[in-house]
């Protein structure tokens, strides 16, 4: 059976659309088969997408020093329904930072540790001035990343 993919990013601007489609192309690469993949703004997720998929990967900005009031909604609604049926989700995240990201990355992870969520690499943090090719680039190696290990089995 197909694995499922979920993918949760906050796209409040061109680069950030850019970074997300990224992450859906490495994803959804000619190597990757039998992962489905379903992209979606924090907005649009719900508890039972996320009760649904075998690897989520998150995508926010940094907004006022913490991740985007969007993510932050979605934990909110999600927390409780998915606790007790999530622990060892393998997960990633993505940072658009305009010059920082450390308060992104460190209030995520407090959460996900909660949920009890497993990280398959260092969060990227695109930080500073926006580079467009390794920005882009490195959000599709997570896709691609997280794609080929739940096809292998190894998340
Ligand atoms: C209200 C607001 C607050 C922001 N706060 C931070 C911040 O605390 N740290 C940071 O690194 N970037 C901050 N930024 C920059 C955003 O992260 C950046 O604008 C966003 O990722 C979009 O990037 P882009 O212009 O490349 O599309 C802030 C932006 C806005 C609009």
Redo the contacts with the bound molecule.
Sequence with gaps: MAKKLLIVGHV?????QVLRGAVVRGATGPDIAGVEVTALTPFDADPEHVLACNGIILGT??????MSGALKDFFDRIYYPCLEHTQGLPYALY???????T??RRGVESIVTGLRWRAIQDPVI??GT?QGDAFPRQCEELGALMAAGLEAGVF
Aim: hydrophobic share 20%; with cysteine.
């Design positions: 409040p601007s061109a680069n950030t900005t940094e907004n006022l020093g913490y940072i658009r930072a305009g010059h920082d990201g308060g992104t695109c930080r926006w």
